[in-house]
T-cell receptor, first 111, second 114 residues
Framework: LAKTTQPISMDSYEGQEVNITCSHN???????ITWYQQFPSQGPRFIIQ???TKVTNEVASLFIPADRKSSTLSLPRVSLSDTAVYYC????????????FGPGTRLSVLP | GAVVSQHPSRVICKSGTSVKIECRSL??????MFWYRQFPKQSLMLMAT?????????EQGVEKDKFLINHASLTLSTLTVTSAHPEDSSFYIC??????????FGQGTRLTVV
């Protein structure tokens, strides 16, 4: 399983764009990159998933360079409610592969 | 996104008793379900992975006889903490994955053993 490395914590201010980068140097050919958000005492919530290049949905964008050894989650115009822990996971989509969580990035959005 | 329901959300039990936690995928068929535990200020720790109709695969250091996992149908998996002790108090979270590549998580269960 590909190991991931993320910053332990980040601070931002309301209205700013936040970019969280995840390193996954030994990502495998059939691995996808998935990001989750977790609030205290809640289960993680799916944010976005990608395989290569750029993926965008209503809440975030995911940028993946050609070598796929890293990825960047971009949150546009964060608000106080975006304060949470963000996890980057790398894993295969085929049957039976599991998801192992790293330590995540604790994002604090300040007023 | 898909919905995964976990029940109960919190439970308090006496030391030595067993507790069952249910995890249901409400609008999709979950071929694989995962169980995690999480201590305060820490990341999720994978306990076991179960595929429908098969025995669960436990991570190293997780006692299979203490944490019984059953995944008898494509929409339900259960985790039973047997003979619970205070050190088993934790936040337990399930997730489920079906045909799509991402997994969806339950709300979590706060277990307190007194």
């Amino acid at each position: 399983l590909a190991k991931t490395t993320q910053p332990i914590s980040m601070d931002s201010y309301e209205g700013q764009e936040v970019n969280i980068t995840c390193s996954h140097n030994n990502i495998a050919t059939n691995d996808y990159i998935t990001w989750y958000q977790q609030f205290p005492s809640q289960g993680p919530r799916f944010i976005i998933q990608g395989y290569k290049t750029k993926v965008t949905n209503e809440v975030a964008s995911l940028f993946i360079p050609a070598d796929r050894k890293s990825s960047t989650l971009s949150l546009p115009r964060v608000s106080l409610s975006d304060t949470a822990v963000y996890y980057c996971l790398v894993g295969a989509s085929n049957y039976g592969q599991n998801f192992v969580f790293g330590p995540g990035t604790r994002l604090s959005v300040l007023p | 996104g898909a919905v995964v329901s976990q029940h109960p959300s919190r439970v308090i039990c006496k030391s030595g008793t067993s507790v069952k936690i249910e995890c249901r995928s409400l609008d999709f068929q979950a071929t694989t379900m995962f169980w995690y535990r999480q201590f305060p200020k820490q990341s999720l720790m994978l306990m076991a992975t179960s595929n429908e109709g098969s025995k669960a695969t436990y991570e190293q250091g997780v006692e299979k006889d203490k944490f019984l996992i059953n995944h008898a149908s494509l929409t339900l998996s259960t985790l039973t903490v047997t003979s619970a002790h205070p050190e088993d108090s934790s936040f337990y979270i399930c997730s489920a994955r079906g045909a799509r590549t991402e997994a969806f998580f339950g709300q979590g269960t706060r277990l307190t053993v007194v």
